[in-house]
């Protein structure tokens, strides 16, 4: 590779910088990390989707989030050292600005607009490179009933009263997320949950005489916002989702994959399991606090749903390696237990592993990542943990 930094990329963006406002917001720093460590998939799509930038050249890049201005965010793109090997031009070019410059559809001036701005430039990236994505949108549901799937996982059945040509449910996606607004079942003020909204996978969907119908899969854990709300719902009670959210699962459709879940994401497992469509069955390293809910997998099949091509998937068996932990499944530790326990397990059941997807908490997440990468010497990209929840 004789140009690891395409000039005419940085270059794009390169008369936003003297006109770009610094903002004077405590948190951003945090929120700088934030987006480093857990959305460094939308970091790339942004360069993939605004800039010139080849995916070779990005591949051998080191990329990230340097800055949030008022105007638009700023994103290093610097040349690994072993692609150095360049013109002087492009040397001399990297070394003086490396930075991308990414406008913003409208400018913000605090913390509270920047997400707002930060969904809408995703959306555009997303809709530029033909990729769904987050949808800020009204959906209702009507609670049909619920009823326990394992010791503490609570399964909510609902029932979409008036489908939306523009914003169907899908049937055929795994990790699929609402956002919940806990707040609209509230009929006593003196009730009203510490947190207004949360997030719940998808479990499954689908089509029946009656309009669509849909798991909802709660994990019970304890006095919390979330589960005191799926408890509290009955026969008939409405429930608003107010945001949308697809997965990031399209690495799994080929290799060896590692799947790690706790009780927040097993749905997402289980869904990723009935629509598996690699040839290559995959290990799953199940996490629960209560041995009982391993018994979530039991009826799950591989390839259940896939309508098409299925051959590879007939007699597939996948397998799960439990873990169970007996306390709140969170923090640093447990990720050093996760690694120990696939040393031990992958030293008796020799796998070469090319892709890893989990979700986890978020302590445990930011340690885990740097933990497999090393284990397996992946590139970012083919290693996915996400952080579906966080210890409060």
Known sequence: MTDSISSTATIKHQTHRNSYTSLSIPELPSTIAHINEEHFDELLSFLKAFTFLTTEEMDNADIQLTDIYAEGVAISVIAKPNDLEVSSNTQNHVVEDPKVYIDFAAPISQLSELQTQYILLKQ?????LGKKSIKLTKQKFIVQNSYPVSKNMLRLTLTAPEINPSNLIPVSEAGYAYLFDLE?????DNDRPSRSHCYYTLRKAWQTSDGMQAWVDVYLHGDTSGGNWARSLQPGNSVISKREFPEKVEHLRNGQALLIADE?????????LELWDNPLPPLILCITQDEDDQAYFDDVKIGNDITSDTENNVGSAFTVLPLVTGQVNSGRELATLIDS???SYLSTHPLKIDKVWGALEAGTAKALRGLLR?????????????????KS
């Open 124 to 128: 555009r990236a997303d809709k530029k």
């Open 184 to 188: 609209h079942n509230v009929t006593n």
């Open 264 to 272: 927040t994401s097993i749905p997402t497992v289980a869904r990723l």
């Open 341 to 343: 326990t696939l040393e």
């Open 374 to 390: 090393e284990r397996f010497t992946l590139e970012r990209t083919d290693s996915i943990i996400k952080v579906y929840w966080r």
